[in-house]
């Protein structure tokens, strides 16, 4: 339908956006649109609505003055023209500016090279008198200097500037290109395809009606998003729970109430159903022509930009200063289901950009331990045990910065967390604690016993605690794991005494005052027969 009239029997209705809620792959969006009804309408039309909408989807409801009857909704597709008499005199007028700058530089080339050739014909007319009194010692060298100074001077400003509005030059250039191409694509006649309900009502009189519509539209999700500040000298988690919200729908959310749902429509409500599992011989390959094939290229692989960037918060020595308060959501729960309703007016406009809000802050207890892998890597890391509270909302997963003491250190991706869950966060390298590793004994016994050579290995650990506060530190080594059975591996013994884990894994907790030491030694055996090769011994 083009340009559709509205007839007598039909009133159209003007809404607005009063209320989106927005779940992971799509939003659900309410409108709301008064009328005042003479008792002979029979249909209200909405329009224009976004392509996006799902037309099966719409509900309808109202409250009015005048009793109602909702006999139906249908849809109908809308095809107009777009407006573009305002855009295509914006942009001549843009046109005609950059027009304007490019002759006004194009001015300046021009007496700049009318002062090029008049110094330059200076020069020819002067050079044989010049030379004359020169050689008749009639100029002194201190002029003669500033003559040539004079002349070289004023053709690198010359040039100089005659390069910089040639530079300008071709920037307008490429503006205007930009700027034409755009005027000749409006002007280019492009119908507006959009979306008109129809709404079949039975009045029963005169009087006053608000007509609320609902629908469901795709292109839009939300994903959370944390800031998590760890104070190590509080024991206390700072974290910041965000949304990054983005909608392409087709209609901007301007002033309207905003609301992010954990909730997941669009998986549907039965369960998946199994299908037979089937396990079979592999089947002989088919036989093929032989024919040479032609390697396509591989495409390139394109490394991600680094999206965060380092930052430190400056501080403000001014007692007298206001912090400014950051409105944060309402939260509640039905069921396993999450909602966040956002206080204040939602702005998000159609440009597919992610725009990010505050949800809520809250403190978490935490408690600090240290772990190192020397074989390795020779540093020690920093590790928080967080636990979410148990009267809290469920942590989705999603993408967190972690700042410690005020400087980032990091990304990481925190996964569902439940209300009074534990979950682990990684705080990078700890530079108060040293670890050296060093391998004291490698020793090949010349007898074979029993047909077998044995290699010993030795090796000590120094661990050194440069905090002034006592530290929990898990130390991890291992042992190689033999894959053949004729290859024996054998702790012999370790300091403190451990057992061997799973996979050969040793593993040492250690309770360490500030500015302490504390040593870790052990000692393995390997023994296989002497004409085995044995791989993988760079240890």
């Known amino acids: ?219 839009a999700s939300w994903t959370p998003l944390y800031d998590l500040r760890v104070d190590s000298t509080s024991n206390i988690v700072h974290l910041s729970y965000l949304a990054e919200v983005s909608q392409s729908t087709g209609e901007d959310w301007i002033n309207v109430a905003l609301t992010l749902s954990t909730a997941k429509p669009g998986l549907g409500t039965l369960p998946p159903k199994l ?42 020595a001014e007692d007298s200063l206001i912090s400014a308060e950051i409105v944060v959501a309402e939260v509640s729960k039905q ?19 992610p725009h990010k809000t505050t949800i809520f802050n809250d403190d978490y207890p935490c408690s600090f331990n240290y772990v190192a892998m020397p074989r390795l890597v020779s540093f020690v890391y920093l590790q928080a045990n967080v636990k979410n509270s148990s009267n809290g909302a469920t942590l989705l997963l999603g993408k967190a910065n972690i700042f410690r003491d005020n400087i980032f250190v990091g990304t990481t991706k925190l996964e569902n967390i439940a209300p009074g869950q534990e979950f682990k966060l990684n705080l990078g390298i700890d530079e108060g604690l040293k670890i050296e590793r060093e391998l004291v004994e490698r020793q090949v016994d010349k007898k074979l016993m029993s047909n077998q050579r044995r290699i010993t290995y030795s090796y000590r650990l120094v661990i050194t605690n440069l905090l002034n506060q006592e530290t929990n530190l898990t130390i991890t080594e291992q042992l190689p794991v033999s894959r053949n059975e004729q290859i024996k591996v054998r702790l012999i013994r370790s300091n403190p005494q451990i057992q061997l884990g799973e996979m050969a894994i040793l593993e040492w907790v250690l309770t360490i005052p500030p500015n302490e030491k504390r040593e870790i030694s052990y000692q ?9 090769t044995v791989i993988g011994l760079d240890i």
């Open 1 to 219: 339908m083009v340009n559709p009239e509205i007839s007598s029997l039909q009133k159209r209705v003007e809404s607005q956006i009063v209320a989106v809620t927005v779940y992971s792959d799509r939003a659900l969006v309410t409108r709301r649109g008064s009328v005042s009804l003479t008792g002979l309408e029979r249909e209200l039309v909405i329009s224009p609505l976004p392509l996006t909408l799902e037309t099966e989807s719409v509900r309808v409801s109202g409250t009015g003055t005048v009793g109602v009857q909702l006999l139906g909704v249908s849809s109908d597709r809308l095809y107009t023209s777009e407006p573009v008499a305002e855009r295509v005199a914006q942009l001549t007028r843009q046109i005609q500016q950059l027009e304007a700058e490019k002759r006004h530089l194009q001015a300046q080339v021009d007496a700049l090279a009318l002062q090029s050739s008049f110094i330059d014909g200076l020069r020819e007319k002067t050079q044989e008198p010049f030379a004359q009194s020169l050689s008749r010692k009639n100029l002194s060298l201190s002029e003669t200097l500033d003559f040539l100074n004079f002349l070289g001077s004023q053709y690198g400003e010359y040039a100089i500037a005659s390069g910089e509005c040639k530079s300008q030059q071709q920037e307008l250039d490429k503006q205007l290109q930009a700027l034409r191409t755009a005027l000749q694509t409006i002007q280019t006649p492009h119908p507006k395809e959009s979306l008109s309900l129809i709404v079949g009502i039975a009045p029963s009189g005169e009087g006053e009606f608000e007509l609320e519509l609902s629908y469901i539209v795709n292109r």
């Open 524 to 532: 393995f055996t390997l023994e296989y027969p002497p004409e085995l």
């Open 335 to 353: 069921g396993s289901v999450v909602t966040f309703q956002l206080s204040g007016g939602g702005n998000i406009p159609s440009d597919g950009t």
């Open 275 to 316: 299908q037979p599992w089937y396990i079979d011989t592999p089947s002989p390959p088919p036989m093929v022509r032989r024919r040479q094939l032609t390697a396509s290229p591989s495409l390139p692989t394109l490394a991600a930009p680094d999206a965060e960037a380092n930052w430190q918060e400056d501080e403000v």
